[in-house]
């Protein structure tokens, strides 16, 4: 186990709600990135947080919108919600800094079906 | 612009057969990370190997080998004598360094180990 954890691990939403999942991120970690990953597809890189500031954004719409918190855990928010948001969503920590490229870990994600 | 292409979109074999997961990568960095995961059912990505652009030597862990070959910008993975346990949906990933880290994935290759 890599000791990332994500909440919830299932969510049912309905067109145009809101939801908020959230990750925990390795003992040690300072950056957390989210993924999406729709059926039969790679996941997609969404942000990625670093010390509490977003640092990189993949080609998601501004609906998509997230939180670092001190102690590096993390939630990722989607406003307006669409039929084509129901994907798993994958939460990676790493550990960043100069000269430092880590890999990253990631949790179980969390799986949303929007109806 | 970076792109990862996994060719083989499933694949099915006897156990104790030998298999080879093929990765094609495109990137005008010099500098970059590749990767492979293993995504079993439950869902949660799980982490292989990690190689950087200066280091081309195959490595081998146990049952799992792996040729990395800049001419040809490939990066597969060979699973020798597969297990059922093997079965699995395998990602190829692409990292550039600096920035955010990001990772490009493949839309993966799924692998059925028959018993």
């Known amino acids: 186990e890599t000791g990332v954890t994500q909440s919830p691990t299932h969510l049912i939403k309905t067109r145009g709600q809101q939801v908020t999942l959230r990750c925990s991120s390795q003992?040690?970690?300072?950056?957390v990135s989210w993924y999406q990953q729709a059926l039969g597809q790679g996941p997609q890189f969404i942000f990625q947080?670093?010390?509490?500031?977003?640092?990189g954004r993949g080609n998601f719409p501004p609906r998509f919108s997230g939180l670092q918190f001190p102690n590096y855990s993390s939630e990722l928010n989607v406003n307006a919600l669409e039929l084509d948001d129901s994907a798993l969503y994958l939460c990676?920590?790493?550990?960043?800094?100069?000269?430092?490229?880590?890999?990253?870990?990631f949790g179980p994600g969390t799986r949303l079906t929007v109806l | 612009a970076q792109k990862v292409t996994q060719a083989q979109t499933e694949i099915s074999v006897v156990e104790k057969e030998d298999v080879t997961l093929d990765c094609v990568y495109e990137?005008?960095?010099?500098?970059?990370?590749l990767f492979w995961y293993k995504q079993p059912p439950s869902g949660e990505l799980v982490f292989l190997i990690r190689?950087?652009?200066?280091?081309?030597q195959n490595e081998i862990s146990g049952r799992y080998s792996w040729n990395f070959q800049k001419s040809t910008s490939s990066f597969n993975f060979t699973i020798t004598a597969s297990q059922v346990v093997d079965s699995a949906v395998y990602f190829c990933?692409?990292?550039?360094?600096?920035?955010?880290?990001?990772?490009?994935f493949g839309t993966g290759t799924r692998l059925k180990v028959l018993a």
């Open positions: 990676a920590s790493s550990l960043s800094g100069a000269g430092v490229t880590d890999t990253q870990y």
């Open positions: 003992s040690g970690h300072n950056t």
């Open positions: 947080y670093y010390r509490e500031e977003e640092n």
């Open positions: 990137t005008r960095d010099t500098t970059y990370y």
């Open positions: 190689r950087n652009s200066f280091d081309e």
């Open positions: 990933a692409l990292s550039e360094v600096g920035g955010t880290y990001k990772y490009i």
